[in-house]
């Protein structure tokens, strides 16, 4: 039985990431999430339900489209088959419970948030300022629950993470974006003190391992930038699910 809850995650978090999907291909340009229907970018073509299941229509499409064969992105396909897995790992973690509601609401923010400053460089404000505002009525009204900080924890650790990303901000002189400063206090509300200290660490580490790898293999040299959002994402889910796990073992080791 287990395994069909199991089963019944993947697929639905497949088809909630089939809808992210048109958040990150739309939301940047201003464009509605409701309409046009779903369609080829290229040929203008409306697409069916076959043309829409998730992951497996890329899959028996072959990645491309069924009436021109344009390519469709390969982040369709790995979008959706990474929120099918985010959202049965989730179940696994947290069974039926509020604390699972919480944690693929905000896994989706991340999700989309993550996407589109990879692919475009921008972690947008009707994302970011949203998600604030329900991190902190979610701390005032739900904060009995395991993964949600009190109004004091996060405003303490939303406060912390600015305060600290704008110093950074004013040492480099503007080489980090302000939507990097915006995203770190969004998780310090999401995860509250002391926790976005774990956040930010995870994040930079990281960002730094991956921004090293690449210079090395030549494939970004030394002035391109790496975003940022996608692993303070990354790392936000990460503190969520065992930041209190990892703060305690760094605070055992003195």
């Known amino acids: ?43 203008s073509r409306r697409l069916s339900f076959k043309d829409l299941f998730p992951v497996f229509s890329y899959l028996w499409l072959r ?9 469709i992105p390969r982040r369709i396909f790995w979008v959706e088959l990474g929120s099918g897995i985010l959202f049965a790992y989730l179940y696994c973690h947290y069974g039926f419970s509020p604390e699972l509601v919480v944690a693929l609401l905000y896994g989706c923010f991340f999700l989309v948030i993550g996407v589109i400053d990879l692919e475009r460089g ?8 949203p998600a604030m505002a329900v991190a902190l009525l979610m701390a005032i009204f739900f904060n009995e629950l395991d993964n949600i900080p009190g109004i004091a924890s996060a405003a303490g650790g939303g406060g912390l993470a600015l305060g600290l990303f704008l110093l ?75 930041g209190q796990s990892i703060y305690d073992w760094y605070i055992g080791l003195f």
Do not use: E
């Open 1 to 43: 039985m287990d395994f069909l809850w199991y089963v019944f995650s993947a697929f639905l978090g497949m088809t909630v990431g089939s809808f992210l999907n048109v958040c990150i291909d739309r939301l940047p340009a201003g464009g509605s999430l409701l309409s046009p229907p779903s369609h080829c970018d290229k040929c």
């Open 63 to 71: 990645g491309r489209c069924r009436f021109c064969q344009a390519p």
């Open 122 to 129: 921008l972690i947008l404000n009707k994302l970011v300022y």
């Open 168 to 242: 950074i901000f004013l040492a480099s002189r503007g080489g980090m974006g302000m939507g990097d400063i915006k995203l770190v206090a969004l998780i310090g509300f999401i995860v509250g003190f002391p926790l976005v200290i774990v956040a930010i660490l995870l994040g930079a580490i990281g960002g730094g391992l991956v921004a090293t790898i690449l210079l090395l293999m030549k494939v970004k040299k030394g002035k391109q930038s790496v975003p940022f959002g996608p692993f303070l994402s990354l790392a936000a889910m990460v503190t969520l699910l065992y």
